[in-house]
């Protein structure tokens, strides 16, 4: 069955060390988005992409990078993680603008020291 | 800029039905959603509303759309303790982005 898969699925790490998560779905959608939930926030958009080589900045850019190199996969990256980068990452799919129904992956628990 | 807001918690007895709403600022959104999370998962989708219905129902969940007030609810028939969960309700903009409320935390006692 098609899914969509991120790992890891929980991460320590120290503050300014870069950090990638992975996100990787079989679904071939040409959307991917990725999420930070925080207590009181909800979900908030980081980046988001439309397709292979484009990306674009969420609510919550500052601080994260992503590329889209294929279909598959949006790694996201934290340059020199922070404390306040401590949170729960959502990676989501869509398969196209016309339909917007997101399919979210599992999350990453990160935790930044 | 778009908001969608919702109450935080909302408890109720095994049986009875749970509405949970939400209100919304962007009236072009075409999509209403509302997911499903429970502890230590990711979003499930629950179920979603186009923006030209007024009712969705899909066997114990009936969703109302109110466009003119921007208000949107869900409805649990029946609420069971597998029920509870956070329930998040989300709007669509333009570019098939999702705006989230903070989530419903729904506490289904036996």
């Known amino acids: 069955d098609a899914e969509i898969t991120q790992s890891p699925r929980h991460k320590i790490t120290e503050t300014g060390r870069q950090v990638t998560l992975a996100c990787h779905q079989t679904?071939?959608?040409?959307?991917m988005f990725w999420y930070r939930q925080d207590l009181g926030h909800g979900l908030r958009l980081i980046h988001y992409?439309?397709?292979?080589?484009?990306?674009n900045k969420g609510e919550v850019s500052d601080g994260y990078s992503v590329s889209r190199s294929n279909t598959e996969d949006l790694p996201l990256t934290l340059e020199s993680a922070a404390s306040s980068q401590t949170s729960v990452y959502f990676c989501?799919?869509?398969?196209?603008?016309?339909?917007?129904?997101?399919?979210f992956g599992p999350g990453t628990r990160l935790l930044v020291l | 800029g778009e908001d969608v807001e919702q109450s935080l918690f909302l408890s109720v007895r095994e049986g009875d039905s749970s509405v949970i709403n939400c209100t919304y600022t962007?009236?072009?959104?075409?999509?209403l959603y509302w997911y499903k999370q429970e502890p230590g998962a990711g979003l499930q989708l629950l179920t979603y509303?186009?923006?030209?219905?007024d009712m969705k129902q899909d066997q114990r969940l009936t969703v109302l759309l109110n466009k003119k007030d921007k208000h949107l609810s869900l409805r649990i028939a029946d609420t069971q303790t597998g029920d509870s969960a956070i329930y998040f309700c989300?709007?669509?903009?333009?570019?098939?982005?999702?705006?989230f409320g903070q989530g419903t935390e729904l506490s289904v006692k036996p």
């Open positions: 989300a709007e669509t903009i333009q570019g098939g982005k999702l705006i």
């Open positions: 679904w071939n959608h040409n959307n």
């Open positions: 992409s439309y397709g292979v080589h484009d990306t």
């Open positions: 989501a799919s869509s398969e196209s603008q016309g339909m917007e129904t997101q399919y």
């Open positions: 509303i186009f923006s030209n219905m």
């Open positions: 962007d009236s072009s959104s075409t999509y």
